[in-house]
């Protein structure tokens, strides 16, 4: 079994449902009969990351999250990393620092380190651009990326080296999002992801952060049993998250599928009440979802 659930729905200056990053479960039995995941694989941990996954330890069913009070860190064994945005990295210092310091054994050196996964690029990036700043002194010597996590770097197109597994089983491939545009498309790297269970085929669409690019997904969307795709309900021009006027031209068995997330704080103020009906619904914060079972 392979359940999804969002931490936070909401945009990046979201300040009632959090910022959208999601915990993956894998399952070999269920969390009926199972009292934590056999792996686990947060898709992004942005600034509001630590504070919702202290909310979400609390909720029946994710006690496993918990110790002594706090986040258990080394719950979470893997990170894939769409972009470099701060509500999609913000708390991976906090997480880092968490493991290395604090479930870490000092005496003996000896400390948990997840997985990081992404491109090649956006990895260098993120530690150079975003987290030296804070990660990279270590009493009596200079810290890299790898000394916090072990680096799983994907090559998004290159055959073999362009997806990676849970539970030998379920198959997660990234592809290129129309995030921002610094020339021309695709120039500045940012990821969604497609989930595949390999035993039956069926396979789910995660947008990740995108201006509306149903050509560039149409296949994609059409063939997964379940899409979740970002949207912004304030009108802009040149906006870089997919309008909700624009996905309401996508085909109605598409839309019948796709549960909206990445929405602003008035997604409950009337003139949205159509989402329900029109598409599958607004994601909820902090609800479990089964993708594959």
């Given at each position: 079994m392979l359940t999804l659930t969002f931490l936070g729905v909401g945009g990046a200056f979201a300040k009632r449902n959090h910022q959208s990053n999601l915990l993956v479960e894998a399952w070999s039995q269920g969390p009926d009969h199972q009292d934590a995941p056999d792996d686990t694989l947060l898709v992004d941990f942005g600034t509001t990351g630590p504070i919702a996954l202290h909310d979400l330890k609390d909720r029946p069913g994710f006690e496993y999250l918990a110790a002594d009070g706090a986040v258990y860190y080394p719950r979470i064994r893997r990170i894939f990393i769409t972009h470099q945005h701060a509500d999609h990295i913000g708390g991976l210092e906090e997480l880092a620092l968490m493991n290395m310091?604090?479930?870490?054994?000092?005496?003996?050196?000896?400390?948990?380190?997840?997985?990081?996964?992404?491109?090649?690029?956006?990895?260098?990036?993120?530690?150079?651009?975003?987290?030296?700043?804070?990660?990279?002194?270590?009493?009596?010597?200079?810290?890299?990326?790898?000394?916090?996590?072990?680096?799983?770097?994907?090559?998004?197109?290159?055959?073999?080296?362009?997806?990676?597994?849970?539970?030998?089983?379920?198959?997660?491939?990234?592809?290129?999002?129309?995030?921002?545009?610094?020339?021309?498309?695709?120039?500045?790297?940012?990821?969604?992801?497609?989930?595949?269970?390999?035993?039956t085929g069926e396979s789910v669409f995660y947008s990740g952060d995108s201006r509306f690019d149903y050509a560039a997904n149409a296949e994609r969307l059409r063939a997964a049993k379940l899409c979740f795709h970002d949207v912004q309900l304030i009108e802009q021009p040149n906006p870089v998250h997919a309008l909700i006027s624009e996905l309401q031209t996508m085909p109605e068995e598409v839309k019948k599928k796709t549960i909206l997330y990445h929405y602003g704080d008035t997604w409950d103020s009337g003139p949205f009440d159509f989402v329900e009906t029109e598409f599958a619904g607004f994601a909820r914060p902090q609800q479990r979802y089964v993708l594959f079972e």
């Open positions: 310091f604090v479930h870490g054994d000092v005496a003996t050196g000896k400390y948990f380190k997840p997985q990081i996964i992404s491109s090649m690029r956006i990895l260098v990036n993120l530690w150079d651009e975003s987290l030296k700043g804070g990660l990279n002194t270590i009493a009596g010597r200079h810290a890299l990326l790898q000394d916090y996590f072990f680096i799983l770097a994907l090559r998004p197109g290159e055959e073999g080296k362009d997806h990676f597994q849970m539970l030998k089983r379920y198959r997660f491939e990234p592809f290129p999002t129309d995030h921002v545009q610094i020339e021309r498309k695709y120039d500045w790297p940012s990821y969604g992801l497609t989930a595949t269970d390999t035993r």
